[in-house]
């Protein structure tokens, strides 16, 4: 639903009623709620898109609203307070809820508030609808003003400029409830929740903004931006909070995430599964329970609001699962991030340059234009460093990235932020011994809210945007840091540096998407406008013979893709040595390795991943350059399918054959299956092929390599029989139409 329900009246009523706090709401005309909504959903969204649009209904007897999209049903009691009493996944018919709680919890100077919610619920266990009539609501609650309903705007306004599967902000509606206070000392404070539903995705995004509008400054000690009573997973009669399960059927992930663990649910700051008090029927004996979901960053403590300013919560995505299963449940998280953070789906094809002088940019510039690559980055250990703004420097990059744009190719560079010391001012200081001692996540590192790290983001700025720039490798971003100094101009103390020091990082990655900038991160920043994190390996592997090296890269493949797609992760080729390593480790001379040179280039970009093939070149002789454009070929020519998600197969054991499957049921490529023989005899092996997630039922017709076509019979189960051989350490593939 595009349509824009916002309401003048509402908007007049709201500015009145914030300015007198008068306990009333304005409604806008809403379509009436149909039975026939209340239905399970019939199609499998993952295979089959589901065609309702998100929506906001007026349910029976006036008194309820719910936000809809035939997948999630989600409803709030809107008097005399607003409160979630329903929140139905409609792919399997669950129930999530089992009592009410307020919609969000700010402390503000010290004092703890509840925005909206109503009380008086005895039995926590479950909610039925009639108790809901009986519910109160609190004296001191922000209570519900209006609310105003409109088409979801884009988080980051991505300006996308290298090759991308999808371009497109998905769509969907936006509802904005706004609340007030009664109370004199909070009269000036407009509290607005916001809740975004998707098109197509059991999702929904919630937000929380408060905005000052008196004289005075405010501080705001802590905002809970989400506060669920859900059901629990599991009865344990004793146990703690963290050996029992959390509730599986919803999936919660926030834009407040860091730990370089390339993972998000290790990286996550902001999901708290509490135990809750009042649910006294609960089966655990000391109320251990973890059922109550509360969302907030735990070190942020004091941020200071001046007069006028807005504070704007993390925001918390919720999406609805409705099996246990890891592939399906990966799959559903891959959706996500294709459609809230399309620039994830951004992959060029890019080269890791290793270089001394400005001769060798242009000649790997040059190489890359004859393979087919479409981008270089100047790598660590490079001669481009992006702090230097001396007008020589930002002309001389300036004249190389036109050189490489000339030849229709993307370049960019690295620069590393942690892992460094700067100088006693600069640093991040500990907040128990008041030094810069060492106290960072990774031992020294600046504090982003210092005069350097300020100065930092403002020549980073000022190169890209003067040399012409189309890439940016920022190696050790911001990995939440506290810093108790005050005297940086960035942060006031300790309180809301790690909150500053977030937000100078996000703005600088949102900087860069809105400016096409394509940026490599290693910490998870995608729900802010990176496009690229590390596939997760370890670094002295690439000192192994190429031959383990080539089964640990495919199983760091297969296990680095359960949550995140191809193109959201980047893998390594080191061409020449590193982390040490004989003649046995390195591929350099190139075509005297040429075998095992391609086969690391087919496992990678047959994985839709882009690794960093880091050297001083592609290629060192026509043979080597052939082959590598003829797999870079081969991958652009099933580049859609290739950048798709993926099914695991089997992983890479080094006993038997292994394998990944690439599936898209909305492209006329259904599947490409890669499938790999490390042994050093030949292998012949029959397998069931589950093309269940390619949508294809009856037959597919599957091809090997460029071979003939073959008819398959698709059983009801969503599987072929596929039988194949490999060659003694090599591999093969077959697509699927």
């Known amino acids: 639903m595009t349509k824009q329900y916002t309401c003048l009246i509402a908007t007049l009523l709201a500015t009145l009623m914030l300015n007198t706090a008068m306990a009333q709401t304005s409604v806008p005309v809403l379509p009436a709620w149909q039975p026939a909504m209340e239905q399970i959903q019939a199609k499998d969204w993952l295979v089959t898109p589901v065609a309702t649009k998100a929506g906001v209904y007026e349910m029976p007897g006036g008194k309820d609203i719910a936000l809809y999209n035939g997948l999630v049903k989600r409803v709030f009691r809107i008097q005399p307070n607003l409160t979630c009493t329903d929140y139905t996944n409609l792919a399997n018919g669950q129930q999530l809820l089992r009592s009410v709680k307020p919609e969000a919890r700010i402390n503000i100077n010290g004092i703890v508030y509840n925005i909206g919610g109503l009380r008086g619920q005895k039995e926590n266990a479950y909610l039925l609808p009639g108790w809901v009539d009986g519910l109160t609501a609190g004296d001191s609650d922000f209570a519900l003003q209006s609310f105003a309903i409109g088409a979801i705007q884009p988080h980051v306004n991505w300006q996308p400029k290298v090759w991308a599967t999808n371009t497109k902000q998905a769509a969907g509606i936006q509802l904005s409830l706004l609340f007030a206070s009664k109370l004199p000392e909070l009269k000036a404070l407009a509290v607005t929740v916001q809740y975004e539903l998707y098109n197509g995705l059991p999702l929904t995004i919630k937000s929380v903004s408060i905005q000052n509008n008196g004289s005075q400054p405010v501080t705001i000690n802590k905002v809970v931006n989400e506060i669920l009573g859900l059901v629990e997973e599991e009865s344990a009669v004793v146990g703690t909070p963290a050996e029992m399960k959390k509730q599986h059927g919803i999936y919660v992930e926030t834009n407040y995430a860091f730990n370089n663990a390339m993972r998000y649910d290790i990286s996550d700051q902001t999901?708290?599964?509490?135990?809750?008090?009042?649910?006294?029927?609960?089966?655990?004996?000391?109320?251990?329970?973890?059922?109550?979901?509360?969302?907030?960053?735990?070190?942020?403590?004091?941020?200071?609001?001046?007069?006028?300013?807005?504070?704007?919560?993390?925001?918390?995505?919720?999406?609805?699962?409705?099996?246990?299963?890891?592939?399906?449940?990966?799959?559903?998280?891959?959706?996500?991030?294709?459609?809230?953070?399309?620039?994830?789906?951004?992959?060029?094809?890019?080269?890791?340059?290793?270089?001394?002088?400005d001769q060798q940019v242009k000649d790997a510039v040059d190489q890359c234009a004859a393979t087919g690559y479409e981008a270089l980055i100047l790598s660590f250990g490079s001669h481009c460093n992006m702090e230097d703004s001396s007008a020589k420097n930002i002309a001389t990059w300036k004249a190389l990235a036109a050189y490489a744009h000339s030849k229709g190719i993307k370049i960019g560079g690295y620069s590393l932020f942690s892992s460094r010391r700067i100088s006693d001012a600069d640093d991040v200081v500990d907040p128990v011994t008041g030094k810069p001692d060492a106290a960072a996540f990774f031992g020294n590192a600046p504090c982003l809210g210092s005069n350097w790290g300020l100065a930092y983001i403002a020549k980073l700025k000022h190169f890209i945007s003067n040399t012409g720039f189309d890439i940016f490798e920022n190696d050790g971003p911001y990995p939440g840091d506290v810093c108790a100094s005050t005297k940086h101009p960035g942060h006031l103390g300790l309180d809301d540096s790690q909150w500053n020091q977030m937000e100078l990082q996000k703005g600088l990655y949102h900087w860069c998407s809105e400016n096409g900038i394509y940026v490599n991160a290693p910490d998870w920043y995608f729900l802010?406008?990176?496009?690229?994190?590390?596939?997760?390996?370890?670094?002295?592997?690439?000192?192994?013979?190429?031959?383990?090296?080539?089964?640990?890269?495919?199983?760091?493949?297969?296990?680095?893709?359960?949550?995140?797609?191809?193109?959201?992760?980047?893998?390594?080729?080191?061409?020449?040595?590193?982390?040490?390593?004989?003649?046995?480790?390195?591929?350099?001379?190139?075509?005297?390795?040429?075998?095992?040179?391609?086969?690391?280039?087919?496992?990678?970009?047959?994985?839709?991943?882009?690794?960093?093939?880091?050297?001083?070149?592609?290629?060192?002789?026509?043979?080597t350059r052939k082959t590598v454009a003829a797999v870079v070929g081969w991958y652009k020519k099933y580049r859609d399918i290739l950048n798709a998600d993926i099914i695991h197969l089997r992983r890479a054991d080094g006993r038997d054959w292994d394998g990944i499957m690439h599936v898209d049921p909305a492209g006329k490529t259904k599947g490409l299956v890669l499938l790999y023989n490390p042994l050093k005899t030949a292998i012949t092996r029959t397998i069931k092929l589950p093309l269940y997630y390619t949508g294809l039922a009856n037959t597919a017709h599957v091809k090997e390599q460029e071979g003939v076509v073959k008819t398959f019979a698709v059983d009801k189960a969503g599987n072929i029989t596929l039988s194949f051989t490999i060659a003694a350490e090599s591999y093969t593939w077959f697509t699927v139409e």
């Open 528 to 623: 802010d406008g990176t496009n690229k994190i590390g596939i997760g390996y370890r670094e002295v592997n690439f000192s192994l013979p190429r031959e383990q090296q080539m089964i640990l890269n495919r199983q760091n493949i297969y296990d680095g893709l359960w949550e995140k797609t191809p193109s959201m992760s980047w893998g390594f080729v080191p061409l020449t040595r590193y982390q040490g390593g004989g003649p046995e480790a390195v591929l350099e001379p190139l075509s005297q390795h040429l075998k095992d040179y391609k086969q690391l280039m087919v496992q990678y970009y047959g994985a839709g991943v882009q690794a960093c093939y880091r050297g001083p070149r592609l290629y060192d002789a026509d043979t």
């Open 271 to 357: 999901t708290h599964w509490n135990t809750d008090s009042t649910y006294t029927s609960q089966v655990n004996y000391n109320y251990q329970t973890p059922c109550l979901l509360e969302v907030y960053p735990e070190k942020v403590t004091g941020v200071v609001l001046a007069p006028g300013e807005t504070y704007h919560s993390v925001r918390t995505c919720e999406l609805l699962m409705d099996s246990y299963d890891r592939e399906r449940r990966g799959l559903a998280i891959r959706k996500m991030y294709r459609a809230i953070a399309p620039w994830t789906t951004a992959n060029p094809i890019f080269m890791h340059l290793v270089s001394e002088n």
